[in-house]
């Protein structure tokens, strides 16, 4: 099906006008992942600009990661699935310029998993739960063997996290804690990845959190998800601050 655009009237920033619109097209699903744009010449004579303004608007919505543009004689836009990706790495950015320090993260993250938790202690499946179980028996697994794979662990902790939000079925939530795991994962590897100590701590934290999440214990599931925050961020603290003042251990 072709997608309906708007000839251009406004003057100015004629290259935000193409963007919008063709922005708004994916988020409406008049266009979806896969699909191919027109080409740069029919583009321009959809919206009667020039090529270069096609162009300029093409970059920014690539840099938006909603397209994939290819260059050559079969290139083109072409239409991306929409994840959290490029606000991931702006908030890589904003941890490693100091400006989102691991306070802000552990507070928000206190705050906001323990709610979390709360409403998929209410809303969990019979499914959800096995998909869970799982989870939890490939972490136990990592954590038993001989040479236990640290940031296998981590991954399957992040995992944990990540279901948990998916069962409280609010996609704000999954793609906010999403993000905010996928960077929390360099801290975990630079200070604590080979404490064992720690990651069995945060294997029993998850545990309980799972069976009250089991029982639709929805109090039980935020404070215990409270409190796993706390203190894994405690311990973080504590290393970090260890490697600043033994800076040739580390």
């Given at each position: 099906?072709?997608?309906k655009?708007?000839r251009?009237?406004?003057?100015g920033?004629?290259?935000?006008?193409?963007?919008d619109?063709?922005?708004?097209?994916?988020?409406?699903?008049?266009?979806k992942?896969?699909?191919?744009?027109p080409?740069?010449?029919?583009?321009?004579?959809?919206?009667g600009?020039?090529?270069?303004?096609i162009?300029?608007?093409?970059?920014?919505?690539e840099?938006?990661?909603?397209?994939?543009?290819?260059v050559?004689?079969?290139g083109?836009?072409?239409?991306k699935?929409?994840?959290?990706k490029?606000?991931?790495?702006?908030?890589?950015?904003?941890?490693?310029?100091?400006?989102?320090?691991i306070?802000?993260?552990?507070?928000?993250?206190q705050?906001?998993?323990?709610?979390?938790?709360g409403?998929?202690?209410?809303?969990?499946?019979?499914?959800?739960?096995?998909?869970?179980k799982?989870?939890?028996a490939?972490?136990k697994?990592?954590?038993?063997?001989?040479?236990?794979?640290?940031?296998?662990?981590?991954?399957a902790?992040?995992?944990?996290?990540?279901?948990?939000?998916?069962?409280?079925?609010?996609?704000i939530?999954?793609?906010?804690?999403?993000m905010?795991?996928?960077n929390?994962?360099g801290?975990?590897e630079?200070?604590?990845?080979?404490?064992?100590?720690?990651l069995?701590e945060?294997?029993?934290?998850?545990?309980?959190?799972?069976?009250?999440?089991?029982?639709?214990?929805?109090?039980?599931?935020?404070?215990?998800?409270?409190?796993?925050v706390?203190?894994?961020w405690?311990?973080?603290?504590?290393s970090?601050?260890?490697?600043?003042e033994?800076?040739?251990r580390?």
């Amino acid at each position: 099906m072709e997608i309906k655009f708007k000839r251009l009237r406004m003057k100015g920033r004629i290259s935000q006008e193409i963007v919008d619109q063709i922005q708004q097209a994916i988020i409406d699903g008049r266009l979806k992942p896969g699909d191919t744009l027109p080409s740069e010449l029919k583009l321009k004579d959809i919206f009667g600009s020039s090529r270069g303004t096609i162009r300029e608007a093409l970059r920014i919505l690539e840099q938006k990661g909603l397209v994939d543009v290819k260059v050559g004689v079969s290139g083109g836009a072409v239409v991306k699935a929409i994840d959290t990706k490029k606000t991931a790495e702006s908030l890589s950015l904003l941890i490693q310029y100091q400006r989102v320090s691991i306070n802000h993260v552990a507070e928000f993250r206190q705050s906001v998993e323990g709610q979390v938790a709360g409403l998929a202690a209410k809303r969990a499946t019979a499914k959800d739960i096995r998909h869970l179980k799982a989870l939890l028996a490939q972490a136990k697994s990592l954590l038993e063997q001989r040479e236990i794979d640290w940031h296998g662990l981590i991954r399957a902790d992040i995992q944990v996290h990540i279901a948990i939000a998916e069962i409280a079925k609010n996609p704000i939530f999954t793609a906010v804690l999403q993000m905010v795991h996928e960077n929390i994962m360099g801290y975990y590897e630079r200070f604590s990845i080979k404490n064992e100590r720690l990651l069995t701590e945060n294997y029993r934290d998850l545990c309980a959190i799972v069976e009250a999440i089991e029982h639709g214990k929805a109090i039980d599931a935020a404070s215990l998800s409270q409190d796993h925050v706390r203190r894994s961020w405690g311990y973080l603290k504590r290393s970090q601050r260890k490697q600043r003042e033994n800076p040739l251990r580390g």
